[in-house]
Each structure stands twice: as structure tokens, then as C-alpha cells.
């Protein structure tokens, strides 16, 4: 071949498209539609990807994800959802409670894989848990129902505390089931139980301080990703109102907050990227049952039970999962 004529062909065959020079398939592509904001316990995120990398994929190399985080407010998920679905993405992953149920009404074929903190099938998402039909499966925890537990073990913290308050958010489905369940417990403890509603920001200092007013000896958190979300505000609120206080998760306890009893995140999280990756293996959800983990853990920050005056039972201290001193 003469010269002229390869340096011919040769700027040809860099004209062509890419998909003719190369015939690599694009890579995949996740959305991950979350309850929470995008700095929130980053450990959790991280052990949804060390799910994936479990089953072969790792983030920038073999797979994208798109993030869509709803900070707290709920009403963003339908719009946050409905952008996954338009991108498109293969597989949603939907991370905490509310985001489920948005995430199913904006498709009905894009599989998505769920962690919820409430019986999925009661909540509508699936129908069994063994063969959740549809396009959803994912990961449950204990949640709603681990709320009156809280409000044992700060009775057991507090045994001479007659009156105690609980924190609820009236914009979530679970409010009405936990406020029943919760006062159910409380007059089996002969306790004096009054309930503080917040639903935004705005509503934590109206609430504290009607703690003050009420003289309560103590506080539950119910659950709900919206005060997971704000974790570090309620536990410094917590601590300048100087009331005893039990959150849901590790991350509360960590800002500072006195104690929390609720299911250990990073398994779930972790679960959740493994059936994600199943998913994108060509699993069908309807295929993969629903798995329920029930790890749960107790964690106890003496620092801050010292700043309160409080002391800890050694029955509590010998069940904790962690103490931070």
C-alpha cells in the first residue's frame, strides 16, 4: 500500500464513531434515591458500595451511579424519583423508608431495590416477602416496632422519672402507629407520657422547650429518616436543654447524644448493594425475597450521661454494644 493511501485510510478510521471503533457496552448505570442528605453518615453509603464491590462492581469503573438525595423533605422524593427514571438508570436503589413507595409509583419496570424500616408488605410495596412480585425487593430492618424498646431502656435509665415525652413527626405514615404503640408501653411502665411534634426544623426549639414546661424527665426520638437526618441538631439540642435522651442510631450518640438502640445501618446498607448488584447481574426482584435483618445495637456515651448527672445502670452498660467514654 503506498503511503498516501494509508495515511488515507487511517484518518478514515478515526472519523468513524466510537461505537464503530470500539463495540465496549456503556457502562451501567445505578440511581440511588435516598431519604437523607448527601453528607449524612457517608459510612452509610459506603457499605452500599462495598455491597456492590461484593458482587463485582466498583463505582467509576464498571458502574455509575446517580445520586438523588431528598435532605429530609419527603416532598422531593416523587420529583427525585421520576429524574432517575428519565436518566435512565438500570436499577434504583431506595434508601429509607420514604423513599420506597416514591420510587415505586415513578416506574413500574426499573427494578428497584428497597431498605425500609416497616413491614414492606403492609406498606404496600410487595405482596409476600418470599416472592415480592412486581419490580421491588430489597431490605428490611426493625424499626417502628423497636420504639417502645427505647422507651424501656430509658425507663431503665431513668427508674424514678415519672414523666417523659416523646418526639414524633406528624407528616410520616408510621406516626400514628408509633404514638400508640409508645403510650401502650408507657402506661405498662406507669408512666406519664406526652407527645412533642416536629416536622421541620423550625418545630425542634418549640419542642424542647415545651420539655422544659412539662418537666419531663426524659426523651424518645421516634424513628423517621427526617430526625436521622438531623441527628447532630438533636443532640445538641439535647444537650443544652440537658434532658436525657434515646435516638435511633449510632450517628445521634456520636454528635454527642446520650444513647440509641435501633438496627445496625451498615449491614442493611451493605445488603441492599449486594442485591443491587445481583439486579444488575440480570436477578429479577420478583426472584429475590425480601431479607430481614435483625441486628440491632445498643450504644451508650458516658461522657454525656456524666454532663447530665446521670447515672448507668450496669445491667445497661454490660448489654451495650458500644460505650463512647
Do not use: C
Not at 464513531?17 to 459506603?46: N, T
Not at 416477602?129 to 412486581?134: C, M
Not at 402507629?177 to 421541620?200: I, M, N
Not at 426520638?221 to 444537650?239: E, G, I, Y
Request: zero cysteines; hydrophobic letters at 45%.
Amino acid at each position: 500500500m503506498k503511503r498516501r493511501e494509508f495515511v488515507t485510510l487511517l484518518g478514515a478510521t478515526a472519523a468513524w464513531p466510537p461505537a464503530a471503533r470500539a463495540q465496549q457496552p456503556a457502562m451501567p448505570v445505578i440511581g440511588v434515591l435516598a431519604s437523607r442528605g448527601p453528607g449524612d453518615e457517608p459510612y452509610l453509603l459506603a457499605a452500599f458500595r462495598q455491597g456492590l464491590k461484593d458482587t463485582g462492581y466498583v463505582e467509576g469503573q464498571n458502574v455509575g451511579i446517580e445520586y438523588r438525595f431528598a435532605e429530609g423533605q419527603y416532598d422531593r422524593l416523587a420529583g427525585l424519583a421520576a429524574e432517575l427514571v428519565r436518566r435512565p438508570v438500570i436499577v434504583i436503589a431506595a434508601l429509607g423508608t420514604p423513599a420506597a413507595p416514591a420510587a415505586k409509583a415513578a416506574t413500574a419496570t426499573i427494578p428497584i431495590v428497597f431498605t425500609v424500616g416497616v413491614d414492606p408488605v403492609e406498606a404496600g410495596l410487595i405482596t409476600s416477602l418470599s416472592r415480592p412480585g412486581g419490580n421491588l425487593t430489597g431490605v428490611t430492618g426493625l424499626g417502628v416496632e423497636l420504639s417502645p424498646k427505647r422507651l424501656q431502656l430509658l425507663h431503665e435509665l431513668l427508674p424514678s422519672a415519672t414523666v417523659v415525652a416523646a418526639l414524633i413527626n406528624p407528616t410520616t405514615t408510621t406516626a400514628v402507629a408509633q404514638s400508640k404503640d409508645l403510650q401502650a408501653s408507657a402506661r405498662g411502665f406507669g408512666l406519664d407520657l406526652h407527645f412533642l411534634s416536629a416536622g421541620a426544623e423550625h418545630d425542634f426549639e418549640a419542642a424542647f422547650a415545651k420539655l422544659v414546661q412539662l418537666r419531663a424527665g426524659g426523651l424518645v426520638v421516634s424513628n423517621d429518616p427526617f430526625f436521622v437526618s438531623r441527628s447532630d441538631q438533636l443532640a445538641a439540642l439535647a444537650l443544652r436543654y440537658a434532658v436525657p435522651t434515646i435516638f435511633e442510631f449510632r450517628a445521634f450518640v456520636m454528635a454527642g447524644g446520650l444513647m440509641s438502640y435501633g438496627s445496625n445501618l451498615t449491614d442493611l446498607y451493605r445488603l441492599v448493594g449486594v442485591y443491587t448488584g445481583r439486579v444488575l447481574k440480570g436477578e429479577k426482584p420478583t426472584d429475590l425475597p425480601v431479607q430481614q435483618s435483625s441486628k440491632v445495637e445498643l450504644i451508650l456515651n458516658l461522657k454525656t450521661a456524666k454532663a447530665l448527672g446521670v447515672t448507668v445502670p450496669i445491667s445497661l452498660l454490660g448489654r451495650a454494644d458500644e460505650v463512647i467514654e
